[in-house]
Nanobody
Framework: QVQLVESGGGLVQAGGSVRLSCAAS????????MAWYRQDPGKQRELVAA???????TYSDRVKGRFTISRDNVKNTVYLQMNSLKPEDTAVYYC?????????WGQGTQVTVSS
């Protein structure tokens, strides 16, 4: 059974940094791409960043230059380094694994940025 487990969320002050981790129970090469999404209550889930198995990356305009997605193919883990955090970055962050036949999600981790 494929599982994605996020960790690393918490409370941080504006301007601070947090690194999120997403540990997969299978090799990352099982997925065409890995991504981070976030969701505020009452809002739609939005794409934050994504990385393909070939190593290319893409970012939301709202986080470009502040967040970095990376992957460790040995540890089967994807990271989201978040710097210069703003209160509007407060959300539940979800890891997403896009496999050929299914879309997998983690349980989410809360990030709260205080002003």
């Amino acid at each position: 059974q494929v599982q994605l487990v996020e960790s690393g969320g918490g409370l941080v002050q504006a301007g601070g940094s947090v690194r999120l981790s997403c540990a997969a129970s299978v090799t990352l090469f099982s997925f065409n791409a890995m991504a981070w999404y976030r969701q505020d209550p009452g809002k739609q889930r939005e794409l934050v960043a994504a990385t393909t198995s070939a190593g290319s990356t893409t970012y939301s305009d709202r986080v470009k230059g502040r967040f970095t997605i990376s992957r460790d193919n040995v540890k089967n883990t994807v990271y989201l380094q978040m710097n210069s955090l703003k209160p509007e970055d407060t959300a539940v962050y979800y890891c997403n694994g896009i496999a050929p036949s299914y879309n997998y999600w983690g349980q989410g981790t809360q990030v709260t940025v205080s002003s």
